[in-house]
Nanobody, 123 residues
Framework: VQLQASGGGLVQAGGSLRLSCTDS????????VGWFRQAPGKEREFVAA????????RYTDSVKGRFTISRDRAKNTVFLQMNSLKVDDTAVYYC?????????????????WGQGTLVTVSS
């Protein structure tokens, strides 16, 4: 499995970005996929996750109502639409493939990780 995250960049507070996570090996179609983020000096934290078929999603409280996770199984891609961005959302965002078809919030529940994409929100 080789995951590649993209779509990060610099945006003003209140703006939007859409992150993409593509699996070039086409092997995470039966797995849950999560997005995590890590700000400088902080631990990696859970952001959102989606089950293998897209039926279940989960979000950390701080992004509920602003972020939306989705997946296109035909394109083997998972998206994270981020709206109403805040300065506190600034971090490197990582996508990861869960060890199974379900979703959870623990970092260690995910087996394969992408390289990360930097999101910077300016005030």
């Amino acid at each position: 499995v080789q995951l590649q995250a993209s779509g990060g960049g610099l945006v003003q507070a209140g703006g939007s970005l859409r992150l993409s996570c593509t699996d070039s090996k086409c092997t995470f179609s039966n797995n849950g996929v999560g997005w995590f983020r890590q700000a400088p000096g902080k631990e990696r934290e859970f952001v959102a996750a989606i089950s293998w078929n897209g039926a279940l999603t989960r979000y950390t409280d701080s992004v509920k109502g602003r972020f939306t996770i989705s997946r296109d199984r035909a394109k083997n891609t998972v998206f994270l639409q981020m709206n109403s961005l805040k300065v506190d959302d600034t971090a490197v965002y990582y996508c990861a493939s869960h060890r199974s078809s379900v979703i959870s919030t623990g970092v260690h529940d995910y087996r394969y990780w992408g390289q990360g994409t930097l999101v910077t929100v300016s005030s």
